[in-house]
């Protein structure tokens, strides 16, 4: 029995020396649990304890917990993490240790050469992290868990075989590439595109250069490398030779007519008239290369009196309002139409809440805020250059490319009205005006469902007819003010005030973006045009 609680005490003592313990202020605790042993032994043998037995079991379990806690703490020798140095002793130290590097790289800041062009910059801005903290922290769990003999048993193999973790760095990867762009265009020989512009009528074309660029691999490892060093680092990126991504001979294929449509605005205020003028001017000269898209409210935003926009009639929860950049809608609606004539893809697209006077049923974009858009994509092998004009009041999108669709080949899209609902009429009583004043504070519209087609012919014969959308318009009453004042009868009673026309116009709105803003018309019934089995590229809304 002595010989083996020897061993024990020796096993004891080789693990206390490897956690980091102390053999000597824990050689008292060693003999208790000697002792501890020593009079489980005896009962084994005697069949029975005594008073002075259950006194040195409870100094044996009482030294023994002692020893327990103290290595439950402790991390043992030959277990480590790059770049903590000796602040990883125990488990909370590690802890706060990788909390405090954390900090440490949200501080850091560096410098990135590129070329000689000097840029500042922090890691927080790349969103540094360190990305296996719970790996790290889990590792050290193991040799702080389990038993004295389990832990005495993994920390012997770390003599052996030590583990040192190296914190893995990861960043953003949105923000490194925001970063980078931002970093080569200020690099003085980053490659050049090739660009084009309309200009009186004549593609203008100016070629490539090619250049030096980051290359963003090597680059973004010395950032990692460097995070972990003390005081500002400036690194130099690695740059390469590449070519531009644009080349003027891609460019030189622009020169056919994709797709054109143009509306009319000529009964719009001049607000919203200047409105049309600003967007559509935002909208011109936009080159798309095969997969790119055009986001309409992109281009456009902000919608704020600083960007050149006036204020102009919308809709709104099925009232006119008055918006900030009001007309964007009849941008979009032009746009769309002039993409569905190109037979490029319609990324997004979305309907008005009521009816538009300048296209048919089904052939309007709305744009509100961020949550309706028109995008389009270029899904053609080729790239496209949009031209966007206004003349007199007439707004016009063109789209360019590479013809490569056959000469006998036409389309036609073609609107179809499925149902309509009558507009009512909405009196608002107001106290302060007499009895038998009515005016009209706001325009309605007759609800309507609708769908457009897209008719393909060879040749003049159709091939193939295609839904491109089923569209829903809700109706809107007519809104009156009508006078409910009741006041002391005259000699004579003055005829009801004809009501007065209003100069509505109709818009999507939040408050983060324009209206749906098109044109309002006078009251709907007189709109011939409105309603017909076609389009018609000339309509216009009538007011």
Same mark, same amino acid.
């Given at each position: 029995?002595?010989?083996?609680?020897?061993?024990? @005490?020796?096993?004891?003592?080789?693990?206390?020396?490897?956690?980091?313990?102390?053999?000597?202020?824990?050689?008292?605790?060693?003999?208790?649990?000697?002792?501890? !042993?020593?009079?489980?032994?005896?009962?084994?043998?005697?069949?029975?304890?005594?008073?002075?037995?259950?006194?040195? +079991?409870?100094?044996?379990?009482?030294?023994?917990?002692?020893?327990?806690?103290?290595?439950?703490?402790?991390?043992?020798?030959?277990?480590?993490?790059?770049?903590?140095?000796?602040?990883?002793? @125990?488990? +909370?130290?590690?802890?706060?240790?990788?909390? /405090?590097? !954390?900090?440490?790289?949200?501080?850091?800041?560096?410098?990135? +050469?590129?070329?000689?062009?000097?840029?500042? /910059?922090?890691? #927080?801005?790349? *969103?540094?992290?360190?990305?296996?903290?719970?790996?790290?922290?889990?590792? #050290?769990?193991?040799?702080?868990?389990?038993?004295?003999?389990?832990?005495?048993?993994?920390?012997?193999?770390?003599?052996?075989?030590?583990?040192?973790?190296?914190?893995?760095?990861?960043?953003?990867?949105?923000?490194?590439?925001?970063?980078?762009?931002?970093?080569?265009?200020?690099?003085?020989?980053?490659?050049? %595109? #090739?660009?084009?512009?309309?200009?009186? *009528?004549?593609?203008?074309?100016?070629?490539?250069?090619?250049?030096?660029?980051?290359?963003?691999? /090597?680059?973004?490892?010395?950032?990692?490398?460097?995070?972990?060093?003390?005081?500002?680092?400036?690194?130099?990126?690695?740059?390469?030779?590449?070519?531009?991504?644009?080349?003027?001979?891609?460019?030189?294929?622009?020169? +056919?007519?994709?797709?054109?449509?143009?509306?009319?605005?000529?009964?719009?205020?001049?607000?919203?008239?200047?409105?049309?003028?600003?967007?559509?001017?935002?909208?011109?000269?936009?080159?798309?290369?095969? &997969?790119?898209?055009?986001? *309409?409210?992109?281009?456009? !935003?902000?919608?704020?009196?600083?960007?050149?926009?006036?204020?102009?009639?919308?809709?709104?929860?099925?009232?006119?309002?008055?918006?900030?950049?009001?007309?964007?809608?009849?941008?979009?609606? @032009?746009?769309?139409?002039?993409?569905?004539?190109?037979?490029?893809?319609?990324?997004?697209?979305?309907?008005?809440?009521?009816?538009? &006077?300048?296209?048919?049923?089904?052939?309007?974009?709305?744009?509100?805020?961020?949550?309706?858009?028109?995008?389009?994509?270029?899904?053609? /092998?080729?790239?496209?250059?949009?031209?966007?004009?206004?003349?007199?009041?007439?707004?016009?999108?063109?789209?360019?490319?590479?013809?490569?669709?056959?000469? %006998?080949?036409?389309?036609?899209?073609?609107?179809?009205?499925?149902?309509?609902?009558?507009?009512?009429?909405?009196?608002?009583?107001?106290?302060?005006?007499?009895?038998?004043?009515?005016?009209?504070?706001?325009?309605?519209?007759?609800?309507?469902?609708?769908?457009?087609?897209?008719?393909?012919?060879? %040749?003049?014969?159709?091939?193939?007819?295609?839904?491109?959308?089923?569209?829903?318009?809700?109706?809107?009453?007519?809104?009156?003010?009508?006078?409910?004042?009741?006041?002391?009868?005259?000699?004579?009673?003055?005829?009801?005030?004809?009501?007065?026309?209003?100069?509505?116009?109709?818009?999507?709105?939040?408050?983060?973006?324009?209206?749906?803003?098109?044109?309002?018309? #006078?009251?709907?019934?007189?709109?011939? !045009?409105?309603?017909?089995?076609?389009?018609?590229?000339?309509?216009?809304?009538?007011?």
């Amino acid at each position: 029995m002595r010989k083996k609680i020897g061993n024990i @005490t020796v096993a004891v003592a080789a693990f206390m020396a490897i956690s980091g313990l102390g053999i000597s202020s824990g050689a008292g605790r060693i003999d208790a649990i000697a002792a501890k !042993q020593e009079v489980k032994a005896q009962k084994a043998n005697t069949g029975g304890e005594n008073t002075e037995s259950k006194a040195a +079991d409870m100094t044996a379990t009482e030294s023994e917990a002692q020893i327990n806690i103290a290595a439950e703490k402790k991390l043992p020798k030959g277990f480590g993490v790059e770049g903590l140095g000796d602040n990883v002793a @125990t488990l +909370d130290a590690l802890g706060n240790a990788l909390n /405090s590097l !954390q900090e440490k790289l949200d501080a850091k800041k560096f410098i990135l +050469d590129v070329k000689g062009e000097k840029i500042e /910059s922090s890691f #927080a801005k790349l *969103g540094a992290g360190i990305s296996n903290k719970d790996f790290i922290l889990s590792e #050290a769990e193991k040799f702080t868990s389990g038993n004295m003999l389990e832990r005495f048993e993994k920390s012997s193999e770390l003599l052996e075989k030590p583990e040192n973790i190296t914190p893995d760095i990861v960043f953003n990867d949105d923000a490194v590439k925001a970063f980078l762009k931002n970093a080569n265009g200020k690099n003085p020989d980053a490659p050049v %595109n #090739a660009t084009i512009k309309r200009v009186n *009528g004549a593609f203008e074309i100016t070629p490539e250069k090619e250049g030096y660029e980051i290359d963003s691999e /090597s680059t973004v490892a010395k950032l990692k490398d460097a995070i972990l060093k003390d005081g500002e680092e400036t690194i130099v990126a690695d740059v390469t030779k590449q070519k531009p991504k644009v080349t003027a001979e891609e460019l030189s294929s622009i020169k +056919d007519v994709l797709g054109t449509f143009t509306t009319n605005y000529s009964s719009s205020t001049s607000e919203r008239a200047t409105n049309i003028a600003v967007g559509t001017a935002k909208m011109d000269g936009v080159l798309l290369m095969p &997969g790119e898209t055009l986001s *309409g409210y992109e281009k456009m !935003q902000p919608f704020t009196i600083e960007n050149g926009y006036k204020m102009a009639k919308a809709y709104q929860d099925g009232l006119v309002i008055d918006s900030v950049g009001g007309g964007a809608c009849q941008i979009a609606t @032009t746009l769309y139409q002039a993409s569905l004539r190109a037979e490029i893809k319609i990324t997004e697209r979305k309907n008005h809440s009521m009816i538009v &006077g300048y296209v048919q049923p089904s052939g309007d974009a709305a744009i509100a805020g961020d949550y309706k858009d028109i995008k389009v994509t270029n899904n053609r /092998s080729t790239p496209i250059y949009v031209e966007a004009t206004t003349v007199g009041r007439d707004v016009t999108f063109t789209i360019w490319g590479k013809e490569d669709r056959p000469a %006998n080949r036409t389309v036609e899209f073609v609107s179809e009205v499925l149902s309509e609902t009558p507009k009512g009429r909405t009196y608002i009583e107001d106290d302060s005006k007499p009895r038998g004043y009515v005016k009209k504070e706001s325009e309605g519209h007759k609800g309507r469902v609708s769908k457009l087609w897209k008719v393909v012919k060879e %040749n003049g014969v159709e091939i193939s007819k295609d839904l491109i959308s089923s569209d829903t318009y809700r109706k809107a009453d007519d809104i009156y003010i009508r006078g409910a004042r009741h006041s002391a009868p005259a000699p004579a009673a003055a005829p009801a005030p004809t009501p007065a026309p209003v100069e509505t116009q109709a818009g999507e709105s939040d408050n983060s973006g324009p209206a749906d803003t098109q044109e309002a018309p #006078a009251p709907a019934e007189t709109q011939a !045009q409105e309603v017909g089995p076609a389009f018609d590229p000339n309509l216009n809304s009538g007011e």
